[in-house]
């Protein structure tokens, strides 16, 4: 519970955008991320409060790595494991625990790190009329870092469930909180889970 109130207003026309919580991030993937199995109960209680209003995020891997433009090239060369022409399919699809609210909640692919780096999803949120995105998922310093900083110069509100994030860093996820806090003050608010239930209401 925040000491005031004035930290943050009410949210509303918002969407719950949830990063990668794909298979191949989980625990035994080939990406794992360790924190997923710790934020995964407390992602799950957020869609279950608003199903309809959430769209998962999937990073999905080319085929082969010739299939990406420029550096990704390089990058996939490097995880050839994870493309898809040796990934098993299960790999890039989402943990069990969120498949399950499919539909109502939407599902968008991506090719790179952001979110919006579907152009359909920015469409999406503008049809809709949504102002605020409510970020969770992985990773802290990589997708979510790429979306957020998206999100941003397309004008809308930001907020990260600051307990409802993964990442294989500790020190990025740090180093990113710090910098949320102090360099986007009026774009992009950080809160807990407890918060969000209190200041988002449908």
Known sequence: MRDSASDV????????????????FAPGGLWETPWMARVLP????????HQARTIFTRFITPEDPEDRPGQWQRYFRRWREATRKHLPPSGLELVPALSRF?????????????????P???SLLIDKNVGTVVITGA?????????????VD?????????????SSSDV???????????????QVDLM???????????
């Open 120 to 122: 359909g999803l920015a």
């Open 139 to 151: 990773e802290t310093d990589v997708c979510v870092l790429s979306t957020v900083l998206s999100a």
């Open 172 to 186: 990025g996820h740090d180093a990113l909180m710090t910098m949320y806090r102090t360099r986007f003050h009026g």
């Open 9 to 24: 207003t009410d949210i509303s026309d918002a969407v719950h955008l949830c990063i990668d919580m794909q298979n191949i």
């Open 102 to 118: 499919v539909p109502p909640a939407a599902v968008i692919d991506k090719p790179a790190y952001s979110a919006f780096s579907n």
């Open 154 to 166: 397309l004008g809308f509100r930001v907020v990260i469930v600051e307990d409802a994030l993964c």
């Open 192 to 202: 807990t889970a407890e918060e969000l239930a209190e200041f988002w209401r449908e």
């Open 42 to 49: 407390t992602i799950a209680s957020i869609v279950s409060r």
